[in-house]
């Protein structure tokens, strides 16, 4: 079976963050879609976001990763597709809660708040975590078709 395809993508605010969760990523096996930014230069994020999404829906990852300096925007710009549901989280108990409540699929992360250990923490989590369907289905669904 091969390996499940990991999107990644950042502004200029998460080029280190990005580069250690890369590697990480690629250490344990999965296959790495790295998006970009690759620079310190400023670029917008709401870019990268969006080559993000179209990457999960046209089927090249399954989930992704997010960063900027908060997380905040990157997450509003990716959220703006139906199929999608990203999460910023800032440690262990929200990048759980996002998976097994609201079957997120990116995950987002700020550079600027959170250190590189919480990160990795909170990507492990993420990729191991499963939805828990149940009352939770429901409820994503309405996030998917709302009313």
């Known amino acids: ?57 046209d089927g090249k990852s399954s989930r992704g990763i997010l960063i900027c300096g908060t997380g905040i925007g990157i997450s509003i710009a990716a959220n703006r597709d139906a199929n999608i549901r990203a999460a910023v989280v800032h440690d262990a108990l929200s990048a759980k809660l996002c998976r097994e409540h609201n079957d997120a699929n990116v995950l987002c992360l700020g550079a600027r708040l959170i250190g590189p250990e919480v990160a990795r923490d909170c990507l492990n989590i993420f990729l191991t975590t499963e939805f828990g369907g149940d009352r939770h289905a429901r409820r994503v669904e309405k996030l998917t078709n709302p009313i």
């Open 1 to 57: 079976m091969p390996a499940e395809t990991i999107a990644i993508a950042c502004d200029h605010g998460g080029i280190d963050m990005k580069a250690l969760l890369k590697a990480d990523l690629e250490s344990a096996g999965y296959e790495v879609l790295d998006l970009g930014t690759d620079t310190l230069d400023s670029v917008d994020y709401p870019d990268f976001a969006y080559a993000l999404t179209a990457a999960i829906n």
